[in-house]
């Protein structure tokens, strides 16, 4: 069971990585051109790694189904991408304000916004799975998890 667990994860962390090479290799393209296309590229497929999560696509594919669920909805997405990172940096900036004023010593400073970053990080990730399944509810309907037995070996 635990030799087939490790298979499972290592492909599912080859994928992963080949998904994330996809997205650097269309959004810095995109970006090198024109930065409306890769502005485009980024706003298609801001999804993707929920996509990748919930849906145990691989590859192209995932990119593809990140694209059809935002196409309709950009203008919906490309605010709420906005609002999040908006929110997340302003938070952060924040904590910054507060963490320089009240800690002088310049290397528990960068500790201290270290964490702070760390901690924010999530935010941003939270904002795009709740984007995500948003927009699998209006497009798809509810959306159906992968089961899995206890052991952690997906059964559906």
Known sequence: VLEGLRMITWQRIKDLFSLINWLALVIAG???????PGLMFI???????????????????????????????WARVSALLLLVCLSNALIEYAFKIIIKVFIHK??????????????????????????YMDLHLRKDGPINLPTSNATGVVLS
């Open 43 to 73: 706003l298609w497929f801001c999804l993707s790694p929920q996509i990748y999560a919930f849906e145990q696509l691989r590859g192209l594919s995932v990119l593809q189904r990140s694209k059809d669920l935002v196409k309709s909805y």
């Open 106 to 131: 310049v290397v528990t400073v960068t500790l201290v916004q270290g964490l702070v970053a760390c901690l924010l990080g999530p935010v941003f990730w939270i904002g795009l799975a709740l984007l």
């Open 30 to 36: 995109g970006l090198l051109f024109l930065i409306l």
